[in-house]
């Protein structure tokens, strides 16, 4: 069964981090772009980052300077370390994984192919 799963979120205090994982099962991440996108009460998703499978990272301008995204191969896995979180940053937090995505400008979920359940991440005090 191909899956994506997503964990690390929680509850964390304004200017406080955390660090989300995504890891793939059924298949390999190695050829895969990885989004992160985010969904608040109320809002449409968000996409905030991919990064492709050669490496190459990208970031929306609301999270650029305080959220990298990395991955591992070998874990099959992706981060999204997050920095100075904020109340705007509370949302829940899917990755996603596409074959042919191309991990430039606006990060869009069409042609993202699976998507994880999500994990809930609430700044507050």
């Known amino acids: 069964q191909l899956q994506l799963v997503e964990s690390g979120g929680g509850l964390v205090q304004p200017g406080g981090s955390l660090r989300l994982s995504c890891v793939a099962s059924?298949?390999?991440?190695?050829?895969?772009?990885i989004g992160w996108f985010r969904q608040a009460p109320g809002k449409e998703r968000e996409g905030i980052s991919c990064i492709s499978s050669g490496g190459r990272t990208n970031y929306a301008d609301s999270v650029e300077g305080r959220f990298t995204i990395s991955r591992d191969n070998a874990k099959n896995t992706v981060y999204l370390q997050m920095n100075n979180l904020d109340a705007d940053d509370t949302a829940v937090y899917y990755c996603a994984a596409g074959r042919g995505y191309f991990c430039s400008g606006r990060i869009s979920h069409y042609g993202m192919e699976y998507w994880g359940k999500g994990t809930l991440v609430t700044v507050s005090l």
């Open positions: 059924g298949f390999t991440l190695d050829y895969y772009t």
